[in-house]
């Protein structure tokens, strides 16, 4: 007997089955609905990349555990996309002549990673991609936490639930190679080790660190395990223009009333391309310990296309760990209606005078569906309440002849009677 075929997906990607998608859909929404009121402009691309452009500045760990690359029938090696900054990168670059600085774009694109599936992890996510380019200065920075916050907010999720942790890439590079006399390359090996702490022991990390850095262990392990900023400039004994710089973002997101902003010097970011302030939007949940958002500025990135450099900043927040966080605190809503009202015929005769009244309500804006299936009335009013339809309208010989219904509100059970003429005003107007 031929071997039946598995109705599992493939591992760690996932079937959006429609109450699935509507979720989807409903954080979709919401994402552009924010970055549409700060004048963002959505743009996308496609999910296959030559294998080269991540190999440049995406990082190792990224290149050669976790990307899904192929030789395809013209043997040119292709990449799907891991991430969506390089593919911006190069976007912009093309077209760098005829674009007006400073661009703001966002978009949704699936990523993919080669990765271990686990909760908050998978191997396809959607991620919002936020990127700002042209502007270097704290401005830039700061759209970005206000950005975060407002998601967040428009999301639901209140200020004290989550945290936006702040680090810079220039003042730990300040950090090791200044203050401690360390090599670059010792460097880009620490801040490997630094963003792999909380995944090894303590003890683990302390011996890694006395490995790389030798006598500077002591004098490594006092930054990182200093409380604030101020104990870390105290460490430091010197001032560096990254301090003023995260200082004043806390200040001024402390001014419009955004207090969750802390400074973090153990947030590294694994991305080879960041050169400035890296950040990270956290919830304090202890059931998502994942980041929520990561982000940080790449001002070196879009030089490797060649040409004039354009700073850039932005982030990327994925829907897996949206959706968890927004189920963690009940922020879902409970049922994502997929029609206004449900059109319900007492029998088939009455289903063609069903469509034309659908007809013309659908070109009044409303959604409709009608019941075609010919079961009773009590079973299609239970139906369109299991798929949260907030209105049911029979339709028999009465209706039929006198255009004269009883609409009925299913979560108040409250009728009312009306015309067609006033059927789309009840439908709008109407709480759902
Ligand atoms: P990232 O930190 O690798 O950054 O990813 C951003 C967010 O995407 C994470 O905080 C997480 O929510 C989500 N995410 C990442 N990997 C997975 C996964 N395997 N499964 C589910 N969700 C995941 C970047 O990708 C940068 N390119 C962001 C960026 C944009 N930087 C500048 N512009």
Redesign the pocket.
């Known amino acids: 007997m031929e071997k039946k075929l598995s109705t599992e997906s493939y591992k760690g990607v996932r079937d959006f089955y429609p109450e699935d998608f509507a979720v989807l859909e409903y954080i979709f929404t919401s994402w552009r609905k924010t970055l549409k009121g700060f004048g963002y402009e959505e743009y996308n691309a496609s999910v296959l990349e030559p294998a080269e452009l991540y190999r440049a500045k995406s990082g190792e760990e990224i290149v050669n555990e976790q990307t899904y690359t192929f030789t395809d029938r013209g043997d040119r090696e292709v990449t799907l996309r891991p ?3 390089p593919t911006v990168a190069r976007m912009v670059a093309a077209r760098r002549r005829e674009l007006p600085l400073p661009i703001r774009w966002f978009s949704i694109p699936n ?1 993919f ?1 080669y ?1 271990k599936p686990q909760r ?4 396809e ?1 959607f ?1 919002l ?3 700002l380019f042209g502007v270097d200065s704290i401005e830039a920075d700061f759209e970005m936490i206000l950005i975060a916050s407002n998601i967040m907010k428009n999301l639901g999720v209140d200020e004290e639930k989550y945290e936006i942790k702040l680090n810079s890439r220039s003042l730990m590079d300040f950090m090791m190679q200044t203050v401690l006399g360390l090599s670059p390359e010792i460097t880009h090996k620490l801040g490997k080790l630094i963003d792999r702490k909380n995944k090894v022991t303590r003890a683990d990390f302390e011996s890694e660190a006395e490995l790389l850095c030798g006598n500077k262990s002591t004098a490594f392990l006092k930054f990182i395990d200093a409380p604030d900023l101020t104990t870390f400039q105290k460490a430091l004994g010197t001032s560096h223009e990254s301090f003023d710089h995260l200082e004043s973002l806390i200040r001024r997101a402390d001014d419009v009333g955004i207090e969750n902003v802390v400074f973090d010097q153990t947030l590294m ?3 080879d391309y960041y050169t400035g302030l890296v950040f ?1 939007v956290f919830d304090k949940h202890p059931d998502n310990r ?7 500025r ?1 001002d070196d990135l879009l030089s490797l296309f060649g040409g004039d450099k354009i700073p850039a ?10 959706r968890d966080v927004l189920e963690t605190y009940g922020l879902l809503p409970k049922t994502l209606s997929v029609a206004d009202v449900a059109l319900c015929p007492l029998s088939f005769d009455f289903i063609p005078y069903a469509q034309h009244l659908a007809i013309k309500l659908r070109a009044e804006g409303a959604r409709v569906s009608i019941d075609i299936t010919g079961k009773r009335l009590g079973d299609q009013i239970k139906n369109a309440d299991k798929k949260g339809i907030p209105f049911v309208l029979p339709i028999g010989e009465d209706e039929v002849k006198n255009k004269v219904f009883k609409i009925k509100h299913l979560s108040t059970g409250k009728e009312v009677e009306v015309t067609e003429d006033s059927l789309i005003e009840t439908l709008t107007t109407k709480e759902k």
Do not use: K, P, S, W
Not at 290 to 296: E, H, K, S, T, V
């Open positions: 991430e969506m900054t990523v990673r990765e908050g992890r998978l191997r996510h991620q991609n936020v990127d970011r694994g991305f990270e994942r980041a929520l958002f990561g982000g940080g790449y900043i932005g982030f990327g927040m994925g829907d897996v760990t949206t």
